[in-house]
Every structure is written in C-alpha cells, then in structure tokens.
C-alpha cells in the first residue's frame, strides 16, 4: 500500500494544480474572482463546503493518529502544510504513505 499512496500523493498534488494553474493563465492572479466562481451556483458551493469540513477533519485525524502511533511531529507538520498547499488529495495520501512507513519500522524493530 506504501507505493499506492505514495502515487497517489502525487497525482494529488499534481491534478488540482493543473485547474489552478489554468484558471491563472486565464484570469492572471485574480482572488476575487476565483471566490466568485467558487461560490456562483449552490452546487459548487456544497463541493467548497465539503472540502472545508474535509479539511478540518483531515486535520484532526492527523494530529491525532500521529501522535498515537508515535510519528515524529516533523512529519505532521509536513501533512499539515501539505493540506493546505497541496491539498486534501495530496495531505491524506501523504499522511497515510507516511503512516505506513512508520508501521514498517515498527514491525522490523518487533
């Protein structure tokens, strides 16, 4: 499962970006109206809505499950920013990956 997610973190970070960087080479860095289209239709907002609420959780899950299976805090950290640089399809996969490493050193120390 290790390499699963790792690829997965990947294509997580790399798909949202190519809309992002889409978006900015036809607007230009345009907030406003990002916010605009985020928030245009009820539909969309249900989608940035549940992103948020994906977020928090993601956020919860990962301060909680590092600290309980003992991963170092740098590499929370580093899910932690990646949730909010990279994204939740980048942060979970990348947690898990790092997770599952962790598990490894575990079973080879036992």
């Known amino acids: 499962m290790k390499i ?4 997965a973190a990947i ?12 978006f900015i080479s036809e607007h230009g860095v ?5 916010l605009e289209h ?10 940035v809505n549940d992103f948020f609420l994906t977020v928090l ?10 600290w309980r ?3 170092h805090i740098s590499s929370i950290l580093a899910c ?3 949730l909010f640089f990279g994204g939740a399809s980048f942060a979970l996969p990348l947690f898990l990956f790092l997770r599952e490493i962790e598990r ?3 079973l080879k120390a036992s």
């Open 4 to 7: 699963f997610y790792f690829i």
């Open 11 to 22: 294509i997580g970070l790399c798909v949202p970006y190519w809309d992002i960087f889409g």
């Open 30 to 34: 345009n907030i406003p109206l990002a």
């Open 38 to 47: 985020l928030y245009r239709e009820r539909i969309t907002s249900a989608f």
């Open 57 to 66: 959780v993601i956020l919860a899950f990962t301060a909680h499950e590092g």
């Open 69 to 71: 299976i003992g991963l």
């Open 80 to 82: 932690v920013a990646g």
């Open 104 to 106: 490894e050193k575990h």
